[in-house]
């Protein structure tokens, strides 16, 4: 009767050994009795894990860095040297904008172009198909634009013929071809050339060709950008790509394209101040040769052979008087050749020179519109004309034009009577002056309009000149600190696959273990 009681209290016991379910007896007794299925579940899981390894394509990572740079510079005034009108920025670079330069279709599209990586040759196996970029067996060439679908097999016979398939034929039909002839198939027109890696074999090859611009959507998401630090200019790019080798091309032809974009933009605006200038020098050495011819004639005419001791007397009177109106015509005319030129130009090209003013407000503003313009060249890039942000820049580009045609009129007429105050300054002294002949009045007055112009003329010479030795010296605003490696292997983790599998392996039999015992309903 007692031991009936002992029974039935550990029944009710859940804490009791005999009623526990994990009992420590039977755990260690079931798992000696299945250790073989255990190991084999192990070396099972292992193997899948293996082979998961061998067929997954493992996929490596690249990087490079490039720094912009972001020096101040500042904005050209007369007396400056016309290479500081030639920078594109006068203020901080915005290297967030540079970024997003980076990052348009554009120069993504002239990388592909470059390499070509829109080509893609994949050999395919029994169990796996492997991509190959550095060991093409032959180069795959599209002459016309390639902007085109073509997914075919390519197979060398021998050193001078391959057979390829015509994918768009509805008989995909085979044709045999020698290297170097174009090819017409339903895509396009294509061009296989030999390289040092085409030796006949029995390898097909499969070639996709995908349009450039789709390739350049493609690969332009798969550059990431990154900034160490915001208080820093460098720019970190990285990539993820099955080929290592292809990551690292695109990352260092991107750094090339960009910077080769940044020259040719700092070129241009150099050029188009070169165009400026020589066209002022024909107008003014023109009219420079036609008052030498008059002065000449004039002293033929007069039978005059040495001016300077028969005017000795007035040029000491009217030196400064002269310098004066000199300056005064000279800015008058400078002034007045920049008026016509914005005027006139077509607003797509116009750079307009600011270094040619002495009026440091003009100069400012000058210098604010080229900004403006290059502004909205490099925005066109990202965005059309119809985007918010570019039509902003247009508006404030035409107020900026407008103001500075009004600030031109208000100068030249603030100019054109100080040249006036000179010249009746002139008749004064010329008044004061009897003595001097007439012949000598009429040959000063040709003398002052010829050094007026050969002033301008020596002038617009060393602009150019100072012009011509920036644009040949032109670098871009960046550099490339570390050219694109391949810093390893991303994907997959073969470590952490493999200890996965070992614990997957070693709880498969615990857990079929586990279930059983659960579902066991007899009293044990």
Known sequence: MDGNQKDVKAL??????????FNVKWLVTTILGVWPWMVGSILVCLIVGNLYLRYTQPIYRSYAELMINDSKRGGSNGSEDVMQMLKINN???????????????????????KLPINIRFFVTGKFK??????????????????DFYYNGIVQVLDKNRYQISDAGDPKNKIKTCFFGDTVRLSAGKIVIQKNNLTVPSATKYNVSVIPVLEAARQFMHAVEFAMPSKSSSMIVLSMNDAQPQRSVDILNTLMEVYMRKNIETRNRIAQSTINFIDRRIDVVGHDLANDETTIEEFKQKMGI???????????????ETIRKLAEAELELDVMGSISDYLQNADDKSIVLPASLLENAGLSKMLDEY????????????INTTENPATKGMISQKNKLKQNIVASLASSK????????KIKEELGILGGDIREVPSVEKKYLEYSRQRDIKQEIFV????????????????VADAIV????????????????????????GLLIPFAIIVLRRSLNVRII
Do not use: C, H
């Open 370 to 381: 080229n900004e403006m313009l290059s502004k909205i060249d490099l925005n066109l890039i």
């Open 481 to 504: 600190i570390d050219p694109a490696i391949t810093i390893g292997m991303v994907q997959p983790n073969g470590s952490r696959i493999l200890s996965t599998s070992f614990f997957i």
């Open 413 to 420: 007429d603030e100019l054109e009577l100080k040249v006036k």
């Open 91 to 113: 203020n901080k670079i915005n290297v967030d904008n540079e970024i997003e330069i980076m990052k348009s279709r554009t120069l993504m599209m002239k990388v592909i172009e």
């Open 129 to 146: 198909t492997t991509e190959l970029y550095s060991g093409r067996p032959f180069d795959f060439i599209t002459p016309d634009s390639g």
């Open 12 to 21: 009710k016991n859940p804490k009791s050994s005999e009623a526990n379910l």
């Open 459 to 474: 002038m617009l010479l060393k602009k150019r000149e100072e012009t011509a030795i920036e644009q040949a010296s032109t």
């Open 305 to 319: 052979a040495d001016m300077a001791s028969q005017s000795g007397l007035l040029v000491a009177a009217n030196a």
